[in-house]
């Protein structure tokens, strides 16, 4: 409770962790900055409570200016892990792939492989929309192959839905601030990332019950 | 040493595909041997976990495990970060507001996926009906939530210029329909 301890921890962690700190932005040496650095993963109820919808974003601190610029890797696959029965290994996954001017996402299905090397699901499983171009509002339509009617997805630049003071939190972790600001100030304020958004029938993933569900990129060889 | 793994775990698919199709005469898996292999870069479940409870030296590797061994390999670590990191955790019977102690709450963060309820509300932490770890919603402020488990003890009220960061919402309003992030500054 006493500062001196307080401080003393917040500088081990300093040591830690880096002093660094975002949802997953700029999270480890290997993938920072790069092409394939995730930045967020979000699951939730759709608009409509039969859907469950998969946000995973990419390449962050995207500002106004480096916006009409940014765009997917398509060497970068962004694959959504699904877990029905609880052991942490994906029993469905849902595979989005940069093609020219899409984004072709498949699944939800199951994978050819579990683990740490992936190859793409059959296009019997795939939908496809096209990426939304930077200053353009239309969200454009999704085509489905048969097997996943009812996927929708959407691919392009938004606003980082993220928000944290993180410049104050490097101020108290490098010892030149004891204390969060009330208002804090949100350093992911004003910049965009690129994101895939992919809502699914719950019936797709289970239906009912507790998924375990993470994000990976992975890059083609 | 990551990328000794990965050049061998390519071998180790490329032989396997190899001898499938060296097996199969009429040609029908000429398919896999052109079929494209990606290899994990990147991975995340909650928020800010491998930011937060990994040691630099480590975060690349924890990226490329796979969770299903995640858990064995950095639980007793997150343990020793957490004891470090938080006054909150300097007791060994100090537990987080869930009832937790430092040896549970980095067993759970430990495995970094995110648990999602196909049956109702989803939210990381909802105070106003304690709904928590039944997904992420783009409304949910997590850090703060974080921030409390990790500074705030056994009734968020320990350490109180720590465990809010006092960014509460996003700086655009979220859509209520598809694709539900907002439009592009």
């Not at chain 2, 997904?135 to 320990?158: A, H, Q, S």
């Amino acid at each position: 409770m006493k500062t001196s301890k307080i401080l003393l921890g917040l500088a081990t962690i300093a040591l830690v962790s880096g002093a660094i700190i975002a949802a997953d932005h700029i999270d480890a040496p290997d993938v920072k900055g790069g092409t394939s650095d995730i930045t967020d993963f979000y699951a939730f109820e759709g608009a409509s409570a039969s859907n469950l919808v998969f946000v995973a974003n990419v390449q962050g601190l995207i500002s106004p200016e480096n916006s009409a610029s940014a765009k997917f890797d398509k060497d970068v696959m962004v694959e959504i892990n699904i877990d029905t029965d609880g052991d942490n290994i994906e029993d469905l996954v849902i595979q989005a792939v940069p093609n020219g001017n899409n984004m072709d996402v498949y699944g939800p299905a199951v994978p050819n492989e579990t683990g740490g090397v992936s190859t793409m699901l059959d296009a019997k499983f795939k939908s496809s929309v096209a990426v939304t171009t930077y200053g353009t509002t239309q969200i454009a339509a999704t085509v489905n192959a048969s097997l996943v009617s009812g996927v929708k997805a959407f691919a392009g630049l938004r606003d980082d839905p993220f928000f944290m003071d993180f410049a104050k939190y490097t101020e108290i972790i490098g010892g030149t601030a004891t204390s969060f600001d009330n208002p804090g100030a949100d350093t992911f304020a004003e910049s965009n990332v690129l994101s895939v958004v992919v809502e699914v029938p719950k019936t797709m993933i289970g239906g009912t019950g507790t998924i375990n569900t993470w994000v990976t990129t992975k890059r083609k060889q | 040493m990551i990328r000794k793994i990965t050049t061998i775990a390519c071998m180790l698919l490329i032989a396997a595909v190899s001898v499938n199709c060296s097996n199969d005469d009429d040609n029908n898996d000429i398919k896999n041997e052109t079929k494209a292999m990606y290899v994990l870069e990147d991975q995340m479940g909650r928020p800010a976990i491998n930011t937060v409870f990994v040691a630099t030296e480590d975060k690349d590797d924890f990226n490329t495990t796979i969770p299903s061994e995640q858990g064995a390999k950095y639980a007793s670590k997150f343990k020793t970060n957490l004891e470090a990191l938080s006054p909150a955790f300097n007791e060994s019977t100090d537990t987080n507001a869930l009832g937790q102690d430092a040896t549970a709450f980095t067993t759970l963060l430990a495995t970094d996926v995110l648990n999602v309820s196909l049956d109702g509300k989803t939210s990381f932490y909802d105070g106003s009906d304690g709904t928590l770890l039944t997904g992420r919603n783009l409304t949910d402020d997590v850090i703060t939530t974080e921030l409390l488990l990790i500074f705030g003890g056994e009734d968020f009220d320990e350490n109180p210029t720590l465990s809010d960061d006092h960014v509460d919402a996003n700086d655009k309003e979220f859509l209520t329909e598809f694709p539900y992030l907002a439009s592009p500054w």
